[in-house]
């Protein structure tokens, strides 16, 4: 398989370095070596407030697609999976932040075992959709990705918001499970990536 390497230089104070893959057609992928922020750049406020039983909120998010989804009426047909992430490449300057790129990667490889069981995957973050579009197309994500610019959705559920030394902001990783009717059956706070996308499918099939 070839590999096209870029070369990605970062204008800011940093240390080590760290590779990505992104796959780009069937027969190449591309390489990316960057150099890692430092730790301790950006911090975490709030914790989240949404619990198992609450109502989804009546919410409508801009997509990648084009739409906009109505999340309350979404969930009257299907069960949904919201999945709260920083951003895509916000782990090389961040280290906390990092796995969002994996994370969603798994969610499309695993998106037929989702749709088995009736649910709808959808990523949010606060980035604007051209930001998520690009994020789409890099790692040929085959679900939506809603932007929460206002934070509406973000507020309503509590979700905990990093906050970076120069005052930009990012969602935590945390993800909320809803049951088909709207009632939130499942909170993931403080989702570690690895093994994640096994207890999301065990907790929809527990929830049905």
């Known amino acids: 398989m070839a590999l096209l390497k870029l070369h990605v230089v970062l204008v800011a104070s940093m240390f080590g370095s760290s ?4 796959p780009q057609t069937d027969s190449q992928r591309r390489t990316i070596e960057v150099s890692m922020g430092l730790e301790g750049e950006v911090v975490r406020h709030g914790r989240v407030t949404a619990k198992t039983g609450d109502e ?4 409508t998010l801009h997509a ?4 906009d989804v109505d999340l309350r009426k979404q969930a009257e047909e299907h069960s949904l999976v919201l999945f709260f992430y920083p951003g895509d490449l916000e782990g090389i300057r961040y280290p906390e932040l990092a796995g969002c ?28 959709t051209a930001r998520q579009q690009s994020f789409v197309d890099r790692e040929h994500l085959n679900f939506e990705l809603l932007s929460d610019e206002a934070r509406e959705l973000t507020q309503a ?7 970076s030394n120069s005052g930009e902001e990012f969602v935590d990783r945390v993800t909320i499970l809803v049951r088909q009717g709207g009632r939130i059956t499942k909170v993931f706070e403080d989702v ?14 527990r929830a049905r």
């Open 157 to 163: 559920f509590g979700i905990p918001v990093w906050i």
């Open 19 to 22: 590779l990505i893959t992104s």
């Open 56 to 59: 989804i909120p009546s919410i």
């Open 101 to 128: 790129t994996p994370q969603a990667c798994a969610f499309r490889d695993s998106i037929d075992e989702f749709r088995k069981l009736g649910a709808q995957v959808f990523g949010v973050n606060l980035h604007t």
């Open 192 to 205: 570690k990536v690895e093994g994640h996308i096994e207890e999301v499918l065990e907790a929809l099939r």
């Open 64 to 67: 990648t697609s084009a739409r």
